[in-house]
T-cell receptor
Framework: DAGVIQSPRHEVTEMGQEVTLRCKPI?????LFWYRQTMMRGLELLIY????????DSGMPEDRFSAKMPNASFSTLKIQPSEPRDSAVYFC????????????FGPGTRLTVL | AQTVTQSQPEMSVQEAETVTLSCTYD???????LFWYKQPPSRQMILVIR????KQQNATENRFSVNFQKAAKSFSLKISDSQLGDAAMYFC????????????WGAGTKLIIKP
């Protein structure tokens, strides 16, 4: 199994630009998570999808953030417009509900907004 | 609300020796799951070990084992025969059985392996 795939691994952009992060979950998994990790706040859950439907987006910081999951094998997290305080590592994780419920993480995207 | 506390921001151990990382949690629930994740410099979060609260037997995975003390709400991770590749941040996490997705994370412990 290829594991959770994220792209890009690194993104450097300027304030005000649109940023799109991509995630391919493990094949067969039916839940997907987007997290943000910073030194100050640790690991924060941004949004949780189950069967492609957003279940909990209470962690999405502002309207500038949006996430979609058009099908079971792809999700995006978009920031528009980006700000320097959005600089962080963004993780995608997936799991198969009904088994051990363990979340498997992707390698993360390090976002730097200048 | 549930909380997870890792009281050791940093630990160091000599290669080949044993180290124990501590984790305590606060909950009023009786059914839950506990996890240890490892985050090496590559950043990827890797599951190390998982424990169901209803199981009295401590989980083990090769050189990794836990000491789960339910009454004390303690969930420590023991790493035996430490290797250089074990150097990483280690995060303890809690999930209530009644919440099928929300993980509560500790702040992490940085483990340094001395050659």
């Amino acid at each position: 199994d290829a594991g959770v795939i994220q792209s890009p691994r690194h993104e450097v952009t300027e304030m005000g630009q649109e940023v799109t992060l991509r995630c391919k979950p493990i094949s067969g998994h039916n839940s997907l998570f987007w997290y943000r990790q910073t030194m100050m706040r640790g690991l924060e859950l941004l949004i949780y999808f189950n069967n492609n439907v957003p279940i909990d987006d209470s962690g999405m910081p502002e309207d500038r953030f949006s996430a979609k999951m058009p099908n079971a094998s792809f999700s995006t997290l978009k920031i528009q417009p980006s700000e320097p305080r959005d600089s962080a590592v963004y993780f995608c994780a997936s799991r198969l509900v009904g088994t051990q419920d363990t979340q498997y993480f992707g390698p993360g995207t390090r976002l730097t907004v200048l | 609300a549930q909380t997870v506390t890792q009281s050791q921001p940093e630990m160091s151990v000599q290669e080949a020796e044993t180290v124990t990382l501590s984790c305590t949690y606060d909950t009023s629930e009786s059914d839950y799951y506990l996890f240890w994740y490892k985050q090496p410099p590559s950043r990827q979060m890797i599951l190390v070990i998982r424990q169901e609260a209803y199981k009295q037997q401590n989980a083990t995975e090769n050189r990794f084992s836990v000491n789960f003390q339910k009454a004390a709400k303690s969930f420590s991770l023991k790493i035996s025969d430490s290797q250089l590749g074990d150097a990483a941040m280690y995060f303890c996490a809690y999930r209530s059985a009644s919440s099928n997705y929300q993980l509560i994370w500790g702040a992490g412990t940085k483990l340094i392996i001395k050659p």
